[in-house]
């Protein structure tokens, strides 16, 4: 049996007789890296787990961090457990074990809840950048176009090594940029769920901050809920703030069309470098 949510969803996530467990397929559509080596991108992973918590507790994320343990290839399914050690007047505090069989993919910690509107106040600025429209895609590693959850996001890059400043060689003098990102499905609503998606896109940056064709495969995906409200799409302003010994580290804020600041993220992960591959301007 499905949620019983009807609203289209970016990923399937499915009930069971068990009210804390879940079950995610891994399909090709939320899955990424090279050919016959596709894996579970660790974005959805996190999403599939505030969605369950959400369900489970009938209560809002207010913050959530996984640590990314191994992968989840096409076509196993990951059993999502929640475990609800603490529910409090307005506050649960929570975990979420993502696993396949006997091995572990993910772990999260999370805390739920709400405690009123009396105070809403917002201190940072969305940069200020092209819309939309005025922004070519992000290209893609490859010649070839696969089947995977890069097919499913509509990325556009607003500043960066491939957006409107794309003559920049070498390395960032900042390490910024800033990402429009939405699901190609504009019927998918921005919910915790998809902001938990786009927020692992902060180590899509390192190739902007070291001017490389580069990557990153995250160690951890942490993201805190602001204020969500309607919005066809999120600008992502991503801050690499380093990399040594191989790790990059970076941080997120995701806001609305409005300006309205709905979440901030962070990562650390393992860089990339590719210098053999190409990259492939999307349409």
Request: charged share 25%.
């Amino acid at each position: 049996m499905t949620s019983s949510n009807k609203t289209p969803e970016f990923f399937e996530l499915r009930e069971t007789h068990n009210k804390h467990r879940w079950l995610l397929p891994v399909t090709n559509g939320i899955t990424v890296g090279p050919p016959n080596m596709k894996f579970l991108f660790g974005g959805v992973g996190l999403a599939s787990a505030v969605r369950a918590l959400e369900q489970t507790t009938g209560r809002p994320l207010i913050w959530a961090t996984s640590q990314y343990l191994s992968y989840a290839n096409p076509p196993e399914i990951v059993d999502v457990d929640v475990i609800v050690p603490k529910i409090g007047k307005s506050v649960t505090q929570a975990r979420v074990l993502g696993h396949v069989q006997d091995r572990e993919v993910f772990t999260v910690n999370a805390a739920v809840g709400t405690r009123g509107k009396e105070h809403d106040h917002q201190w940072v600025t969305m940069p200020d950048v092209p819309p939309p429209d005025a922004c070519d895609r992000m290209p893609r590693f490859g010649r070839e176009a696969e089947e995977d959850l890069h097919q499913r996001m509509n990325l556009r890059v607003a500043k960066g090594r491939y957006g409107p400043d794309r003559n920049n060689k070498g390395l960032s003098p900042d390490g910024n940029a800033v990402l429009w990102a939405r699901p190609m499905d504009e019927s998918i609503p921005i919910d915790a769920a998809m902001l938990a998606v786009i927020a692992d896109f902060v180590p899509s940056a390192s190739g902007h901050a070291l001017g490389k064709i580069a990557g990153a495969n995250s160690l951890d995906n942490t993201i805190r809920i602001r204020k969500i409200v309607p919005t066809d799409w999120v600008c992502c302003d991503i801050q690499i703030h380093g990399i040594h010994d191989g790790f990059v580290h970076g941080d997120a804020r995701l806001f609305a069309q409005d300006g309205t600041l709905m979440a901030v993220a962070s990562q650390s992960a393992i860089l990339r470098i590719w210098d053999n591959f190409e990259m492939r301007k999307e349409k």
